[in-house]
């Protein structure tokens, strides 16, 4: 029996639930609801007559006020992400996977900009003084200006904000953070609500831009209640491949820039590397193309970016062909496989079928679907593409090749990185000194894949 004053909140999705129970019947996991307290929170509203009440004063779009100026951290491919710098006041949540290098990157954006004059601030929860300073040693920062403070108490961490003028804080993390305003521990969904949102608050109220780091769910998702994201300006995720040393920087949420950008690092024994032409780190060293290898031209945010997507088609030895994918969707590759089934009778029946982006780059445009067809087509009939040749187009239904945009930026990068050829659907744009081969059906891609004529 539930005593009073006493609620159970899921610590995986915040669903609140009358008595405790094994399982949470919103999220379907287990052991993860945990009693807290009923309380009412600080500041509570109390019934008030209207006359007492201070009211609204509403203003109107219109301002003289200047916008601020963007704080440059110096990191290029963190501040490319953001939206061309951290915007003053604003709020900023970063995820990623345990070990992934989210206190690496965050201590390097914190070194550069306190070295090009920017005041911030590092207040780590999980780390002692002594273990930020042996990494900032080991990644040549640790001359840089940097305000460095461990501390897990909301009460003494915002009172010291209010006292000391900074730039930017970068709080590592928000689920260790606790506010004795709440009964629940450090990390549950009571906790890193009131914790966020007070943070948040004092960064909108003219404080520092505040810099947040979420712990992440073994499905990927930010851990504690969704209301942070909500809360928070912009969600950057820190995403890495084991057994790969590139890291990708995206932003899934930016209420100051594009949701599309990446930033690519680099991970190795001094910390974090900027990556300022991906497509040579994603793109294979060898000077003959094997069957099954196509070249993407994809594009990034504001980008070109061009990477190999390999194909393997083997007879499978058992009843039922295998379909393996890496960085690359299911379901997309399906559909492939069935107009090239249906439209150009070419059979995947009694083959299995993998495919994969080389580097670990997962590729989320349309634009794949000639590339990823192509590499099939190779690997299907023995015949390589040839080594400077670059792929891009859509595949409808129908196996048309439809017309895909920022077709000029995808030439531009496949000439920069020395690829003087180009199959796609006809393109009307030209790139100077690129050979560009026009399909407007699937069909005919076939046949000059396999005939080897271009």
Known sequence: ???????????????????????????????????????????????????????????????????????????????????????????????????????????????????????????????????????????????????????????????????EKFDIVIVDSVQTLWSDAHEAGPGSVTQVRACAGELVRMAKAGGPAVVLVGHVTKDGQVAGPRVVEHMVDAVLSFEGERGYPFRILRAGKNRFGATDEIGVFEMGDTGLREVPNPSALFLGEGKERAPGAAVFAGIEGSRPVLVEIQALVAPSAYGTPRRAVIGWETGRLAMVLAVLEARCGIGFGNQDVYLNVAGGLRINEPAADLAAAAALISSATGVPLPQGCVVFGEISLSG??????????????????????????????????????????LTEAVERISENRY
């Open 400 to 441: 048309e090749i439809r017309a895909v945009g920022r077709a000029e930026a995808r030439l531009r990068e496949a000439q920069k990185l020395g690829f003087d050829h180009v199959l796609s659907h006809p393109l009307t744009v030209k790139g100077d000194g690129v050979l560009v081969t026009g399909v407007s059906r």
């Open 1 to 163: 029996m539930a005593r009073d004053g006493a609620i159970y909140v899921c610590q995986s999705c915040g669903a609140v639930h009358g008595k405790w129970a094994g399982q949470c019947t919103a999220c379907n996991q287990w052991n993860v609801i945990v009693e807290e307290s009923r309380a009412a929170p600080p500041g509570a509203l109390k019934p008030v007559s209207a006359s007492k009440t201070r009211g609204l004063q509403f203003e109107s779009l219109m301002s003289e006020t200047p916008e601020p100026a963007r704080i440059i951290t110096g990191v290029t491919e963190f501040d490319r992400v953001c939206g061309g710098g951290v915007v003053p006041g604003s709020a900023l949540l970063l995820s990623g996977d345990p070990g992934v290098g989210k206190s690496t990157l965050l201590l390097d954006v914190a070194g550069r900009a306190a070295l090009a004059g920017v005041k911030v601030a590092y207040i780590s929860g999980e780390e002692a003084i002594e273990q930020i300073r042996s990494r900032a040693k080991r990644m040549g920062l640790e001359k840089a200006p940097v305000a460095l403070a461990s501390a897990t108490a909301l009460r003494d961490i915002l009172g010291t904000l209010k006292r």
